[in-house]
């Protein structure tokens, strides 16, 4: 088969896998929009100039070696209630991605500007746009909507979409059972409740922002918090600055980076040690929430950098559980580090799992589906 090139534009950096039959080119670009862009390709690294995505990509395909692609494949992060599945992108798709932008101002307007570059790049190879709430399209109403207005939400798209659906859908295809809670745990984190293999509920809501403490966001908040700190002479964007970028494990313990705070807390930090307490509490609020909503929970996945690598936290989130069911082998929660495949490390009723995701590869697959 032809390879498939995967594409993550962010703001100012661009993560890019060509992905073929026999081997897989890892690359990334950083500080886009600058005189000393940095590449790191294939275990090589060089520094030059990238004054936008168009110049990272061009770059990009300077160092990837191909006689024609399948398809290039996009993370995008928000696809609403339009774009359930992978796309194809022309025009009118190109459009309705940006006209979601207001939904995810910070993620679809880059990823919209790593598909316009390759669209001019790569004329004659289709591209493909994957979303991130696509997964999530199953989601019933009776825990989609929130309790506003109905004219108002639905003038503004106010509703639960969710995130991570690429990488829950890759865990869910790879655990092979129906009946998951899923705890996809990085920098940004979220647990998701699939039923009969669909998800059925998920933490994060109309943004990324809700749910699980994360590295630099909030998580779940009182709506009135906004309003009293605007009450208290701050603006809506210092507000939104706060909650997405100086909040969670930052803001509790002023490191976002979960190694730095088992550090501090080693070192008897005790904002660093309440911090993990909250972090591992909220994953534990919603494991319960979720065990109510899909009946017959066959196994707790744990993903994603933070979810595949840290015993620690896995124990914290699980030893307080063993009366729903929940119950950890010790030893193989521990040797259950940076593992290539699923790996089970439960002993009770509900199997407890770590599947190392891989959304690169799920986009691929996609990808090349839907082509």
């Given at each position: 088969?032809?390879?498939?090139?995967?594409?993550?534009?962010?703001?100012?950096?661009?993560?890019?896998?060509?992905?073929?039959?026999?081997?897989?080119?890892?690359?990334?670009?950083?500080?886009?929009?600058?005189?000393?862009?940095?590449?790191?390709?294939?275990?090589?690294?060089?520094?030059?100039?990238?004054?936008?995505?168009?110049?990272?990509?061009?770059?990009?395909?300077?160092?990837?070696?191909f006689d024609e692609l399948l398809a290039v494949g996009h993370r995008v992060?928000?696809?609403?209630?339009?774009?359930?599945?992978?796309?194809?992108?022309?025009?009118?798709?190109?459009?309705?991605?940006?006209?979601?932008?207001?939904?995810?101002?910070?993620?679809?307007?880059?990823?919209?500007?790593?598909?316009?570059a390759l669209r001019k790049l790569l004329p004659d190879v289709p591209q493909?746009?994957?979303?991130?709430?696509?997964?999530?399209?199953?989601?019933?109403?009776?825990?989609?909507?929130?309790?506003?207005?109905?004219?108002?939400?639905?003038?503004?798209?106010?509703?639960?979409?969710?995130?991570?659906?690429?990488?829950?859908?890759?865990?869910?295809?790879?655990?092979?059972?129906?009946?998951?809670?899923?705890?996809?745990?990085?920098?940004?984190?979220?647990?998701?409740?699939?039923?009969?293999?669909?998800?059925?509920?998920?933490?994060?809501?109309?943004?990324?922002?809700?749910?699980?403490?994360?590295?630099?966001?909030?998580?779940?908040?009182?709506?009135?918090?906004?309003?009293h700190l605007i009450r208290a002479g701050l603006d809506p964007a210092a507000?939104?600055?706060?909650?997405?970028?100086?909040?969670?494990?930052?803001?509790?313990?002023?490191?976002?980076?979960?190694?730095?705070?088992?550090?501090?807390?080693?070192?008897?930090?005790?904002?660093?040690?309440?911090?993990?307490?909250?972090?591992?509490?909220?994953?534990?609020?919603?494991?319960?929430?979720?065990?109510?909503?899909?009946?017959?929970?066959?196994?707790?996945?744990?993903?994603?950098?933070?979810?595949?690598?840290?015993?620690?936290?896995?124990?914290?989130?699980?030893?307080?559980?063993?009366?729903?069911?929940?119950?950890?082998?010790?030893?193989?929660?521990?040797?259950?580090?940076?593992?290539?495949?699923?790996?089970?490390?439960?002993?009770?009723?509900?199997?407890?799992?770590?599947?190392?995701?891989?959304?690169?590869?799920?986009?691929?697959?996609?990808?090349?589906?839907?082509?």
């Amino acid at each position: 088969m032809k390879p498939v090139l995967v594409v993550n534009s962010g703001s100012s950096s661009l993560k890019y896998q060509l992905i073929s039959e026999n081997r897989t080119i890892k690359g990334l670009i950083e500080e886009i929009g600058s005189d000393h862009a940095r590449l790191r390709h294939d275990g090589h690294e060089e520094t030059r100039a990238a004054k936008d995505h168009d110049d990272a990509l061009a770059w990009m395909l300077e160092k990837l070696e191909f006689d024609e692609l399948l398809a290039v494949g996009h993370r995008v992060v928000h696809g609403g209630t339009k774009y359930t599945g992978p796309t194809i992108v022309d025009d009118e798709v190109e459009a309705g991605i940006e006209e979601l932008s207001p939904l995810a101002p910070l993620h679809n307007p880059v990823n919209l500007a790593g598909i316009r570059a390759l669209r001019k790049l790569l004329p004659d190879v289709p591209q493909v746009a994957v979303f991130d709430t696509a997964f999530h399209a199953t989601i019933p109403a009776v825990a989609a909507t929130y309790a506003l207005p109905l004219d108002l939400a639905e003038t503004h798209g106010i509703r639960r979409y969710g995130f991570h659906g690429t990488s829950c859908q890759y865990v869910t295809r790879r655990a092979n059972l129906d009946n998951l809670i899923i705890c996809h745990l990085g920098n940004g984190a979220s647990a998701t409740a699939v039923r009969d293999g669909r998800s059925v509920d998920t933490s994060m809501g109309l943004s990324p922002l809700e749910g699980l403490v994360m590295g630099t966001r909030s998580g779940d908040l009182d709506p009135a918090v906004p309003f009293h700190l605007i009450r208290a002479g701050l603006d809506p964007a210092a507000i939104e600055d706060i909650l997405t970028k100086k909040s969670g494990l930052r803001g509790l313990a002023g490191a976002s980076d979960m190694r730095a705070v088992r550090e501090k807390a080693a070192n008897g930090d005790e904002d660093a040690e309440r911090a993990l307490d909250v972090y591992a509490y909220r994953i534990r609020k919603y494991i319960g929430a979720f065990l109510a909503v899909v009946p017959g929970v066959q196994a707790l996945v744990f993903t994603a950098g933070v979810g595949e690598n840290d015993w620690r936290l896995r124990a914290e989130v699980c030893g307080p559980l063993s009366h729903l069911g929940i119950e950890l082998d010790e030893d193989a929660n521990r040797a259950a580090v940076g593992v290539g495949e699923p790996t089970s490390i439960g002993t009770g009723p509900i199997q407890v799992l770590v599947i190392p995701t891989d959304e690169e590869s799920e986009i691929a697959s996609q990808a090349a589906a839907v082509v």
